[in-house]
């Protein structure tokens, strides 16, 4: 299921929201260059391709467990695998993002956005503390952000493309339903790629998803929040 708009109306512009997809997709751009860099073979005795800096920029950057750095918390973040990754992350996050923007502030927003990423980065290495796979991406952030908002906006509407047989077609459905849906998938499929040995089989973080989704959803009932009013004329 794809939500594609909410019912929930904004009322001031989602500044904090548009820089950060606007920061996550330059970085991304950057990650783009990097894997078509050219280095020296000398097996060839030519410039060929070489993933060695894209590789070399994820690694320093992405949270690895087994020898984890606290500032990685942060720049994983804004580090994505992908087309679908980051288009992915940037549309849930545009989707939900805005009227938890709205109620909190472009600051407030901010703040609430990177601390509870880092606490999802931190329950992924908790789960996986010997994984030497690098995790990236903004999906345990944005999972904080739907999280707050299925405590604030429960009720809103959200228009879903959902498949059906070999057709897609629009839903109009409650976010309460929507958001809980989303998460028990990521809490089952977490617990389910979590093994014996504490590392995760699954190259999806979602435990990191869940961790993000329950600090959104904790965190936003003690934040201060504002009252929204409609702009002029409206």
């Not at 707050?148 to 059906?164: H, N, S």
Request: positive net charge.
């Amino acid at each position: 299921m794809i939500p594609l708009r909410s019912s929930e109306r904004t009322y001031t512009t989602p500044t904090a929201t548009i820089i950060l997809i606007v920061a996550n997709t330059l970085v991304f751009f950057y990650e783009l260059k990097l894997q078509y860099m050219t280095g020296y073979d000398a097996g060839y005795g030519t410039y060929q391709l070489s993933r060695l800096p894209f590789e070399r920029f994820v690694a320093h950057y992405a949270i690895t467990p087994d020898h984890f750095r606290y500032v990685t918390l942060l720049t994983s973040m804004f580090v994505h695998g992908g087309w679908l990754h980051i288009i992915g992350n940037m549309w849930f996050l545009w989707i939900f993002g805005k009227g938890v923007e709205d109620l909190l502030g472009h600051f407030q927003y901010v703040a609430f956005y990177l601390v509870c990423g880092c606490a999802a980065g931190l329950v992924h290495v908790a789960f996986n503390p010997y994984s030497p796979v690098p995790t990236i991406g903004a999906s345990g952030a944005i999972a904080s952000i739907m999280g707050a908002y299925l405590i604030k906006f429960p009720r809103a509407r959200i228009v879903t493309l959902v498949p059906v047989f070999i057709f897609l077609t629009t839903f109009d459905i409650p976010a309460a339903f929507l958001l809980i849906y989303w998460f028990l998938i990521q809490f089952f499929s977490g617990f389910g790629a979590v093994g014996p040995t504490n590392m995760s089989s699954s190259n999806v973080a979602f435990l990191a998803h869940v961790g993000g989704f329950i600090a959104g959803m904790l965190l936003i009932l003690v934040v201060p929040t504002r009252k929204r009013y409609p702009r002029w004329g409206e």
